[in-house]
């Protein structure tokens, strides 16, 4: 018996995709939403709120181009820009968002990861915290900041944490940087180019390493 001969299928026709059609520009209640919708997912600043909606009308105006008039694209970005700061204070003032909060918690998460006192402003300054809300919430403690230094040097595996001692040559990590050899001076820049001052980084390097995973636990335990 002969095997069934396959029958030929029958050619598919897709109809053409239609483009979508072209929301209306945002206007304050659009801009709103969109701003709460953004808010229920990340937390974010009042400046980083601005920028996001900013995006949102430039993303209409990018989509209208194909469709629109320039002057009328033009016209309703006039008209909609304006409403940006409003939603934003708004929104502020009904607690939705809060500056000085983001800053804080943000502040205390770097702090738990090891970052220096100068890497979490400038975090911050590149989240839209306004300076002096920045300055407030930046950790002051001179342990802290050293116990943040042992965190990444317990990451690399420097000083107290190094799994190898320094060749024989080297000075202790409160030796001056100039005299230092090359592991030496290694161990030093890490943590200089995060952001450690000098004398953060020699006391880091020179710690021994039971007071060290003990400034660090303080640090986890007080964050």
């Not at 402003?121 to 590149?126: C, G, N, S, V």
């Amino acid at each position: 018996m002969l095997p069934p001969v396959p029958r030929p299928r029958a050619p598919t026709h897709r109809a053409p995709s239609q483009p979508r059609p072209l929301a209306p520009p945002p206007d304050a209640a659009g801009l709103r939403e969109a701003a709460l919708a953004h808010l229920a997912r990340y937390a974010t600043t009042e400046a980083r709120l601005r920028q996001v909606l900013a995006r949102r009308l430039d993303r209409w105006a990018h989509a209208a181009a194909a469709t629109l008039d320039p002057a009328d694209i033009a016209a309703a970005l006039a008209a909609a820009r304006p409403a940006i700061p409003a939603v934003v204070a708004t929104l502020a003032a009904a607690g939705a968002l809060n500056d000085a909060d983001f800053a804080a918690t943000r502040a205390r998460a770097l702090r738990r990861a090891g970052r220096s006192r100068r890497a979490i402003a400038a975090t911050l300054a590149a989240k839209g915290v306004p300076a002096e809300t920045a300055r407030a919430a930046l950790p002051d403690e001179a342990g802290s900041e050293l116990a943040a230094a042992l965190l990444l040097a317990r990451r690399r595996r420097l000083g107290p944490f190094r799994a190898a001692p320094l060749p024989p040559d080297a000075p202790s990590g409160d030796a001056p940087a100039g005299d230092a050899s090359a592991a030496a001076r290694r161990e030093q820049g890490v943590l200089a180019r995060a952001g450690f001052a000098q004398d953060v980084v020699h006391r880091a390097l020179a710690c021994a390493r039971p007071e060290a995973e003990a400034l660090i636990a303080a640090l986890r335990a007080d964050a």
